[in-house]
Structure formats: structure tokens, C-alpha cells
């Protein structure tokens, strides 16, 4: 039953946690993993620093420099996100842990979900920040979300407030 465990992999410090949390239970359980990150569109780690804001959840249409900047800092969001992935999937095999990756952009609730029925994950193991109630009322939750529409089990590890 939980011989395939999905990983959601974050942006946050704390996704060490998770990965470590995923690996210790795929050792006990002699199980694979799927290490999966997901690229937020609308606010890619990193991006911020563009100039000029994000116009209606789209990208910056101010003039090419600044396009040219967004498009250069997402293919670098990217690229880290898809090293990460392949460093944690290293230390899953240095430990005869079988592991994939996948990176994929989009609302992170939804893919996971999917992520997890296609490849027919047992169980998801994912973390949750401390969020205030308005925040997570307005903004959502993704653990809250997978919680209630993955179609196999879900683990939530519960991380520090995000500061």
C-alpha cells in the first residue's frame, strides 16, 4: 500500500525537512519516492526582484529589458528547482532508495493531486507553514487543498511559521 511516496518539494529552507522526513519513511517502509516540485507562475521564488510588478497575474509587459529579466531570473527558478531535485535524488540512491523527479509549473494543489493518482502514489508527504487565519482564508492553503481532493493518503509535516 505505501510503497510509493510522493515528496512535494518547496521553495522553502525548510524543504530539507520534508525530503529527510520522505526518505527516513521510504527507508522504513522499503518504498520509492517521487520528488516533486512545482514553479509557481505568479510568484516564482526569486522574481521579486524584477522591476516592475506582476499586472493581473501575468508577466511584466513594461518593455523588453524587463521581460528580458523576468524570462532570464525564471529559466534560473527553474534550473535550481531541477538541481535540487536531482542533489535529494542522489542521496535517495546512496541509500538504495529509488527516487524520480518531476518539476512542472502550475497551481501546486492540483498538480500534486494529479502527480499523485498518475503515477499511483500510496501516500503524499508534504509540509505546511503556520499561516494566520486571514491569510489562509484569503490565500489558500496547498496542504489544505491536497488534504481534501488527493485520492491516496497525505502526510502533513508541520513547519515553523513562515517568516
Known sequence: MLQKILVAIGDL??????FTAGLALAQKLD???LLLHVLNPLVPHGLSTVGSPLVGGILPMINEVEIDRYTKAWKEYERLGI?????YAERAK?????AEILQNYGDSGPLICEAAKNWSAGVILMGR???SMLSEVFL???SNYVLHHAACSVMVIQLPAAS
Open 94 to 98: 546512496e541509500v538504495n532508495v529509488k
Open 13 to 18: 529552507p525548510d524543504s530539507e525537512q520534508i
Open 83 to 87: 538541481e535540487r531535485l536531482q542533489a
Open 140 to 142: 489558500g492553503s496547498t
Open 129 to 131: 507553514n503556520q499561516k
Open 31 to 33: 518504498a520509492e519516492l
